[in-house]
């Protein structure tokens, strides 16, 4: 996808408020699970300021999002049912966390699995 379909058409959160979905101009579509939205954070909560500040979130696999904020005409602000709300989510972030998140979850989970940590609460 080039930078000019990255501009939203529509942002839904399914009704079970597990799945952001975002479709983008030129039809491409992508649905978002809340868990890795909300593990993949770009709050400097989650990502601190450098890489070796990025944090792991384990225990989100059950989270939910309870509000989405536009932010300028550039990104989104997620609120989830444990409380975080400080990630702003550009478009361009979020075209990527719909690229294949199954595997990103899947990449997600092997690093918690290293750290001694999981997925669950």
């Known amino acids: 996808m080039n930078a000019d379909e990255l501009w939203p058409t529509e942002i839904r959160l399914r009704a079970d408020k597990r799945t952001l979905v975002v479709a983008f101009e ?7 699970p809340a868990e890795l939205l909300r593990v993949k954070s770009p709050s400097a909560e989650v990502q601190g300021h450098s890489p070796a500040e990025r944090k792991l979130v384990p225990g989100k696999a059950a989270i939910t ?6 932010v300028g005409n550039y990104a989104v602000r997620l609120t989830f049912d444990d409380g975080h709300s400080t990630g702003i989510y550009t478009w361009h972030l979020l075209a990527g966390l719909g690229d294949d998140p199954d595997r990103q979850l899947l990449d997600y989970a092997a690093e918690l699995k ?3 940590l999981s997925r669950l609460a």
Do not use: D, L, M
């Open 65 to 70: 999002i309870t509000g989405v904020q536009p």
């Open 114 to 116: 290293a750290a001694g």
């Open 26 to 32: 030129g039809g491409h579509t992508v649905s978002i």
